[in-house]
């Protein structure tokens, strides 16, 4: 069942204030979209404003497939790289998107399970407890081989990356090697088999399974967020199953444009299609 079947009434973001209020906690699962909805998009103005020598070069249309790119040098490859992480990730979003879920779930029982890698969440002031990135995060640097399951913070380097490289390059001193084996670093971005999942990545597994097994069968709000269909998997399928295996549970899903409830689920779930910031806004506005 599309989201267009629904009615108006079950649409609408009052219906959401509803379940939200009444609800004994509350799960996030966040996509793509959300970021996209804050300001981060990859396409467009922002990737030619910050890339233009790069688009000059090579012709490229977005920033997400440049990261791609097999370069020739890896001066070159943390040249790209380096601006990539400072404006995706230690710059805040354009938009409020992400201060204004945050206003809405403060003084809620809540846990955020995210496939997005750019520390959004907590910069907008989630607690760091109640959250856990699958996929990695852009502010990590593990070993690309990798020879041992450790991550290392790269804010200082990439910093430096910036500020020093010329002509697309950046010194070579500052090209990231592992401290154990020598061989270059990488992102700790869930692309291959070489991901490594740290202490960290686990903890946060494990406080993510006992918020959902502490509260299995109560009044709990899954809550789906710009989730696409690259990897259902992670939070769209589970939610889904969760929220049947539970007559309590509620299933909402707000996406720009991918919006779909199962038949099964379908009395237990709402669905906008629309722009999940203008969601957020007009549900601050009935809070206040």
Sequence with gaps: MSCRDNTEAKTSPENIKEKLDGADAIVIGAGA???TSAGFTYSGKRFEDNFADF???YGFKDMYSAGFYPYKTLEEHWAYWSRYILINRYQNAPKSVYNDLYNLVRDKDYFVLTTNVDHCFQKAGFDKHRLFYTQGDYGLWQCSKPCHNKTYDNE???????SQQKNMLIPVGLVPHCPVCGAPMSMNLRADDTFVEDSGWHKAAGRYQDFIRS???MKVIYLELGVGGNTPGIIKYP??????DNPEA????INLSEVYIPEKIRKQSI???????????QLQRDKQ
């Design 215 to 217: 509260h299995r069968g």
């Design 239 to 244: 939610f889904w199953q969760m929220t049947y």
């Design 156 to 162: 200082s380097e990439i910093k430096k990356m910036v």
């Design 33 to 35: 979209g959300l970021s």
């Design 250 to 253: 509620m299933y909402i899903c």
């Design 271 to 281: 669905c906008i299609r629309y722009d999940i910031g203008k969601v957020l806004q």
């Design 55 to 57: 688009i000059e070069k």
